[in-house]
């Protein structure tokens, strides 16, 4: 059978050269040359990252494509013919991008670097476990249901040839946030989710780019991809298969075909077929060797990350509550374990039944109280953040806002499908128990319809949120015995550790040092983990003891010192997924911060993408580093380098984003017109032009001792 394979990819092989030539020849003939693929720092990415060639004209390209079938000349193995195909349908698909064939379209096509990192903490988190492709051709209906299980075990799929095109004939939801992604219908795509899968080893796993055998052996091991084909296989379809078992990525069939083991690529079997599509995506899951963990409450509707993007407009709406039409709120609040009647959920006001029937809008007060032997005071806004994922993770649920400025919607779709207001109750007692095992031994919810009783509970919750705030400002760096680290990402950088302070936040913005310390208690021996203060060493720097022999010890010995609050002087390092990039701009004696998702140039010549492409990885790069939003308006925010003061350039949306909280840290500095002395866009995008802003409004930067020394 694999012979056969090798066969057939040769063939194909020959064919895609045969296009390659002609495309060669057009986009001469057009007088393209140079050319750089959307939203990426890592030129044609598989062929930069196992070859370590940045390819970025045609003339490489026409080069390259001559070196590989000389290549292929002297060595057909398996190896050979597998890169072969992947490097040459690369290509092809490169020039097809500069003949601008790939025009506007529905399908995702070449994914960016920026979405890669967005979903980076999801990927190590276990919100995202496995990635599938599925392929070929497969009817709506059967379709459809394959898509929903892969949605509900939460695993990000990309669909590739006529079963993209049947998905956006359905009126299905799709995207990265449905975790269903149409890549294009020409199976060569398949290449854009390979594409992927490797640069995963350059964004998060440090690795240098031309290092082939350690890449492949991390894609192999760490990145966990299966592929479903439906339908006859063609010769295409088969060097895609190729492909993909070359970096062990099993491919299922509902064809009848022999199973395929290479043992020096996997200890499973590579090729399995399945006619069952009610069981082709257990059998896939099986044959990767995966353990998903999926809870899910007892309601009637479709539950998971994937449905949280969701929205539910206007139209759609059968009943909402909050949202500044009704009073509403929503508070946890702990309790003794004698006061709590487990699970039970009590709704309380007049006729609820029949008003909740008629629908329209309600007005809703939640109280969730909450007991533990472990529990803690300060757990409450932990698990209180998290009612927006339990209710928004419910098919046809919707919900913005927090605290009493809450939204929620039940959508038409949801009330047919049977939710009841009592649903609501049964999401957050199955949920707050489910994610929170280890602290929360008890929760009861208290739902009050009545808008009086709303109104009067709501003045009690604003007191508790107004202590619960003051309590946490109050929280610094020297208040508490120990931070706490956090290892997620280790998974895809091994070497890269993130110290979690209450003044510095992770990188992601996921985890704040009391969201580490209640994922500690829930799974001690989880990713974060407590790491002792010891001795301070430098306060002005952030130096402790306790943290240095920490990081030395989780990074493998890579990291012998961190400062938590410099960017000169052995920063802290970064995986992939940081939210932004600071920068220093030794000619404005600052930095730059930019934020992920912002496009456009900076002042030092680099976008966010080549910027990112830079750091990462676990790797310590002074003068560079990756940072929370949050960490930005924190009192340590680059204390040993001067502080806020430091910032000369941000994009406005950054700048909009952080204001409030900037405009309280400018005004304690004494600097109270510094958010408007940060050059973004609309001032300048070179370093010429944000000279002279700094000098125009009187930069204090300018006046600080230099930041490079
Ligand atoms: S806190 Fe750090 S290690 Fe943890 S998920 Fe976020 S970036 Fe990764």
Redesign the pocket.
């Known amino acids: 059978m694999i012979n056969q394979v090798l066969e057939i990819t040769k063939k194909v092989i020959d064919d895609l050269s045969g296009k390659i030539n002609n495309l060669l020849e057009i986009v001469s003939k057009k007088g393209l040359s140079s050319f750089e693929l959307p939203d990426t720092a890592y030129g044609i990415p598989l062929i930069y990252a196992l070859e370590g060639i940045k390819i970025n004209n045609v003339e490489e390209i026409r080069n390259f494509h001559k070196e590989i079938l000389y290549r292929l000349k002297k060595q057909d193995d398996l190896n050979n013919l597998a890169l072969a195909y992947l490097y040459i349908g690369e290509i092809y698909l490169t020039l097809k991008y500069i003949n601008q064939e790939n025009k506007e379209t529905t399908y995702y096509g070449f994914i960016g670097d920026t979405i890669q990192r967005t979903l ?2 999801q990927l ?2 276990g919100r995202i476990p496995a990635v599938a492709v599925l392929l070929g051709e497969l009817n709506a209906d059967n379709l459809l249901k394959i898509v929903k299980e892969l949605q509900e075990k939460k695993i990000l799929t990309f669909l590739v040839g006529s079963v993209a095109q049947e998905l956006i004939k359905t009126s299905e939801r799709y995207g990265f946030e449905a975790y269903v992604v149409p890549v294009g219908t020409e199976l060569e795509q398949t290449l854009y989710v390979v594409d992927w899968a490797v640069r995963a080893s350059l964004i998060f796993g440090g690795q240098t780019p031309g290092q082939k055998d350690a890449i492949i052996d991390y894609v192999r091991k760490r990145v966990n991809t299966f592929a479903i084909a439906f339908g006859q296989i063609n010769e295409l379809a088969v060097a895609n298969a190729l492909g993909a078992m070359f970096f062990a990525c099993p491919v299922i069939t509902d064809q009848d075909l022999p199973e395929i083991i290479i043992n020096d690529i996997a200890d499973y079997p590579l090729l399995v077929s399945e006619k069952d599509y009610s069981r082709i995506v257990k059998k896939a899951i099986e044959t990767r060797g995966l353990k998903i963990v999926v809870e899910k409450p007892p309601i009637p509707l479709s539950y998971g990350p994937a449905f949280e993007g969701e929205r539910v407009r206007k139209e759609d709406t059968f009943i909402e509550f909050g949202g500044q039409r009704t009073p509403a709120f929503e508070l946890v609040q702990m309790k003794d374990l004698a006061e709590i009647d487990d699970e039970k959920i009590h709704i309380i006001g007049k006729e609820w039944q029949s008003r909740y029937e008629k629908g329209g809008q309600m007005p809703l007060g939640i109280i969730i109280n909450v007991a533990g032997k472990k529990m803690q005071k300060d757990f409450e806004p932990v698990i209180e953040r998290q009612i927006h994922t339990f209710i928004n993770e419910a098919e046809g649920l919707w919900h913005i806002g927090q605290r009493d400025i809450n939204w929620i919607r039940i959508s038409k779709k949801a009330k047919e499908a049977g939710i009841t207001l009592e649903h609501l109750g049964v999401i957050l007692t199955t949920m707050t128990k489910a994610k929170f095992r280890s602290i929360v031994d008890k929760v009861e919810v208290y739902l009050y319809v009545d808008q009086e009783d709303v109104i009067n509970l709501r003045e009690e919750a604003r007191k508790q949120y107004k202590e619960r705030d003051l309590r946490l400002a109050k929280l610094t760096d020297e208040d508490v015995d120990r931070f706490y680290s ?5 998974s895809f ?1 091994p070497k ?3 110290v ?1 302070t209450p003044e510095r ?7 704040t040092w009391l969201d ?1 310390k209640a994922a500690y208690e829930i799974e001690p021996t989880g ?2 983990q407590p790491v002792e203060k010891g001795n301070l060493l430098d306060p002005v720097y952030g130096r402790y003891s306790g943290i240095d022999e920490y990081v030395k010890k989780y990074s493998g010995g890579e990291t012998e010192t961190i400062n938590l609050y410099s960017i000169m002087e052995n920063p802290m390092t970064s ?1 992939g ?2 939210e932004c990039i600071v920068a220093v701009v030794p000619e404005a004696n600052g930095v730059l911060i930019v934020n992920r998702g912002y496009n456009g140039m900076t002042p030092i010549g680099m976008k966010f993408s080549t910027l990112a492409g830079m750091i990462g990885g676990g790797v310590q790069t002074p003068g560079f580093m ?1 940072v ?1 939003v949050n960490y930005i308006t924190s009192r340590k925010f680059l204390k040993g380098d001067g502080g806020i003061r430091r910032i000369v350039w941000m994009p406005k949306e950054l700048k909009e984003r952080i204001r409030e909280s900037f405009q309280r840290r400018a005004d304690e500095e004494g600097i109270p017109q510094l958010l408007d002395k940060i050059a973004d866009e609309t001032a300048c995008e070179d370093i010429e032009c944000l000279l002279e802003f700094l000098i125009k409004v009187n930069h204090p930067a300018l006046e600080m001792e230099p930041i490079i020394k």
Not at 505 to 511: K, N, Q, R, T, Y
Request: with cysteine; hydrophobic share 40%.
């Open positions: 980076g903490v190590v988190d956090c290892l997620l990402c280790q950088a890269h550790v993130c979690i936040p992770g990188l992601c913005g996921a985890f580490a990713g974060n995986c997924c940081f990756g929370g």
